[in-house]
């Protein structure tokens, strides 16, 4: 079985920080692309940040560039987000995905985990 797990999530004011964790079993992790998506209420899914297998080539939205880092640990089958200077426009869920490529569509992402809860107050 899959499974995808999500951390880190929490409450904070505009320009704190927080640090994210996804933790995969179930799969060859090395073998994927590892993605972060966020999703606001009411709003569709959208790209954040992807990350390589070997963790060499990283993509960021252009709306959380210099500001969030991804990067990954494959011997802990782990992938991070670290996120600073958040706005309030970063609320949302942040679920993490896996892809056989770096895509930028949602549906490009094979497997999702259940998210965690990013609420940044002004």
């Known amino acids: 079985q899959v499974q995808l797990v999500e951390s880190g999530g929490g409450l904070v004011q505009a320009g704190g920080s927080l640090r994210l964790s996804c933790t995969a079993s179930?799969?060859?992790?090395?073998?994927?692309?590892m993605g972060w998506f966020r999703q606001a209420p009411g709003k569709e899914r959208e790209f954040a940040t992807s990350i390589s297998g070997n963790g060499f080539g990283t993509y960021y939205a252009d709306s959380v560039k210099g500001r969030f880092t991804i990067s990954r640990d494959n011997a802990k089958n782990t992938v991070y987000l670290r996120m600073i200077n958040l706005k309030p426009e970063d609320t949302a869920i942040y679920y993490c995905?896996?892809?056989?490529?770096?895509?930028?569509?949602?549906?490009?992402?094979?497997?999702w985990g259940q998210g965690t809860q990013v609420t940044v107050s002004s």
């Open positions: 179930g799969l060859a992790f090395s073998v994927y692309h």
């Open positions: 995905g896996a892809a056989f490529s770096i895509g930028t569509q949602s549906n490009e992402y094979r497997y």
